[in-house]
């Protein structure tokens, strides 16, 4: 619209003064779409694992430092302070941690909720809540809000693991508590592997969890995961997602972090998905396999260890481009938040059969 020059030094004069034109903003307040403000982007597992290896020399963990772990950042996040809020997509913040043989990540809590994925490397342990896991490739665990967790390696080698956080979130609402436990690891009040075992019948509860609580199973192991997701893929995929399973709370079928939903999918060989777009955004970890997703029309090609985001109202599409090998994403995802406050939308592409034109190749950073 074109305002007439008595009616734009108007507007200034009301900025001046910390007031605004709702005439001249309504627009940007209410969009007819949500104009997510990070874009579609990958980071390769090459960059990450450089600079990861960089830190490692550089910094030893547990004296005076908490974590050994390089966040994404999202080139259109960027511009929020401090740190891009840490946002790989408006709510959600991703990592890598590396604990080298020995270290110990010290014992601390805050209302942010966590969740982890073990990417690679044997021999790590984790304390949450007062329960001790064993961390080994593929497994998926839990820490919700204001739960104690401290992280040790008592093998010998480094162990790599995803941390998903709903920092940006927590940012925006301005409620982030952190306290430090008095020790480096907090004190056990169950036995080892207490709700792994509790759980490890699959489909059946104790019957003292019929009352809902917050995370009656902390630990999702990888061979159970594996096994949900061969007996999926014995029927037909599901055409944007392949073979998708969620992880749940047992207690009460929801999500198994509340604030964060995750997923492990598997694209079949040669599997080429259509594209939807949905409300919820999402962090992809590629833990097997290569191939490319398109997201707003650009080709991101990923393989092993890389991870890409997709902001909200995004149109994406996933393709296993192998003939003989499965592809495996896991990712993580707002949904739970969507879902809460009633601002869950999908829709399908319908255009060109549902498959998105190719207008660009990404040239990630290496
Ligand atoms: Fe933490
Ligand atoms: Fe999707």
Redesign the pocket.
């Given at each position: 619209m074109n305002f007439s020059k008595e009616l734009q030094q108007f507007h200034e004069r009301l900025e001046e003064q910390n007031l605004g034109p709702l005439w001249a903003s309504i627009h940007d307040l209410n969009t007819i779409e949500p104009k997510a403000k990070p874009i579609p982007y990958l980071w390769k597992r090459e960059l990450i694992e450089r600079n990861l290896e960089e830190a490692e020399h550089l910094l030893e963990v547990g004296n005076g430092l908490d974590r050994r772990a390089l966040f994404l950042i999202n080139p259109g996040m960027k511009d929020l302070k401090p740190v891009g809020w840490g946002g790989a997509t408006q709510t959600l913040y991703a990592a890598v941690q590396a604990v080298r043989p020995g270290e110990v990540a010290p014992a601390h809590r805050h209302t942010t909720t966590a969740v982890r994925f073990v990417m690679k490397g044997q021999g790590a342990y984790g304390r949450v809540n007062g329960e001790k896991f064993a961390f080994e490739p593929g497994d998926y665990l839990i820490t919700p809000t204001w739960t104690w967790h401290d992280h040790t390696n008592l093998g010998n080698e480094t162990v790599y693991w995803m941390d998903c956080l709903d920092s940006p979130f927590t940012m925006y609402l301005n409620v982030c508590f952190t306290e430090f436990y008095p020790e480096k690891q907090q004190k056990l009040l169950v036995p080892d592997d207490y709700s792994t075992k509790r759980y490890q019948g699959g489909m059946i509860r104790p019957i003292s969890d019929r009352e809902p609580s917050i995370a009656p199973l902390g630990r999702y192991k990888w061979d159970f995961t594996k096994k949900g997701i061969e007996g999926l893929s014995q029927f037909a995929p599901d055409p944007?997602?392949g073979f998708a399973m969620e992880y749940i709370n047992p207690s009460n079928g929801k999500d198994a972090n509340d604030r964060i939903g995750a997923r492990m999918q598997m694209l079949p060989p040669k599997f080429s998905g259509k594209a939807?777009?949905?409300v919820h955004s999402?962090v992809y970890h590629v833990y097997k396999g290569s191939g490319y997703t398109i997201m707003n029309g650009v080709r991101f090609d990923w393989s092993e260890g890389d991870f890409f985001a997709?902001p909200a109202w995004t149109w994406?599409e996933h393709v296993n481009v192998s003939a003989a090998d499965e592809a495996w994403l896991f990712s993580t995802n707002d949904l739970p938040i969507m879902e809460a406050f009633g601002f869950e939308r999908v829709e399908a592409y319908e255009e060109n059969g549902g498959y998105q034109p190719i207008k660009e190749i990404f040239q990630p950073l290496i």
């Open positions: 944007y997602d939807h777009r949905h999402n997709l994406h």
